[in-house]
């Protein structure tokens, strides 16, 4: 089992539509949870960055996250073609930028206009 | 604010050559920069972890001889891929953090070993 699992997808919906977009992890010490947009042959762009559970809404997008079912989420209200992308859920043990992440595989997004 | 840059954006090089990525932080003091690999359709995969003026950590798995790091500055973090072999052909990203933040990604180097 990886630490770390995320639907590849593709994931299809129309323009305007609410998107959910979803992890589970397998190891209960993760307590940093973050959710980044990957354009094609680029660098991830950090979206959301939670620590321990609860929600945090930024815009159009908030994160959940639920420790106990060891699930974390990420919404994505009025989409728009421009969100199209791959989304890569990752997570750290400790914060403060001294640990390396552990990530999923990413969910490739596709906004229809 | 937090922009990492890395060069070069695409790198062909012919097998048995060695190879220097480089790793920025432009506008910050990293005190932490991070190596990643990431093969097509597969999540990015932390190769390991380097400290200002230390040693680097290296994950199960990956040959510290053969992908040597270099944390120079607060700023530079270079790869070096030593002996390239066409297996080695991927996408390195690195990413630098600054003491109590975030990770900030780099755009990624794309390295073919022909």
């Known amino acids: 089992q990886k630490e770390v699992e995320q639907d590849p997808g593709p994931l299809s919906v129309p323009e305007g539509a609410i998107v959910s977009l979803n992890c589970t992890y397998s190891?209960?010490?993760?307590?940093?949870f973050m959710w980044y947009r990957q354009y094609s042959r680029k660098g991830p762009e950090l979206l959301m960055y939670t620590y321990s559970s609860g929600n945090k809404e930024d815009g159009r997008f908030t994160a959940q996250v639920d420790k106990s079912s060891k699930y974390i989420s990420l919404f994505i209200r009025d989409s728009q073609p421009s969100d199209s992308a791959t989304y890569l859920c990752?997570?750290?043990?400790?914060?403060?930028?001294?640990?390396?992440?552990?990530f999923g595989k990413g969910t490739h997004l596709i906004i229809q206009p | 604010g937090a922009v990492v840059s890395q060069h070069p954006s695409w790198v062909i090089c012919k097998s048995g050559t060695s190879v220097k990525i480089e790793c920025r932080s432009l506008d910050f003091q990293a005190t932490t920069m991070f190596w990643y690999r990431q093969f097509p359709k597969q999540s990015l995969m932390l190769m390991a972890t380097?400290?200002?003026?230390?040693?680097?950590?290296?994950e199960q798995g990956v040959e510290k001889d053969k992908f040597l790091i270099n944390h120079a500055s607060l700023t530079l973090s270079t790869l070096t891929v030593t002996s390239a072999h066409p297996e080695d052909s991927s996408f390195y990203i690195c990413?630098?953090?600054?003491?109590?933040?975030?990770?900030?990604f780099g755009p990624g180097t794309r390295l073919t070993v022909t």
């Open positions: 990752a997570m750290s043990i400790t914060g403060g930028g001294a640990d390396g992440l552990t």
């Open positions: 380097s400290n200002e003026g230390s040693k680097a950590t290296y």
């Open positions: 990413s630098a953090s600054r003491r109590g933040g975030e990770q900030y």
């Open positions: 190891n209960s010490a993760f307590q940093y």
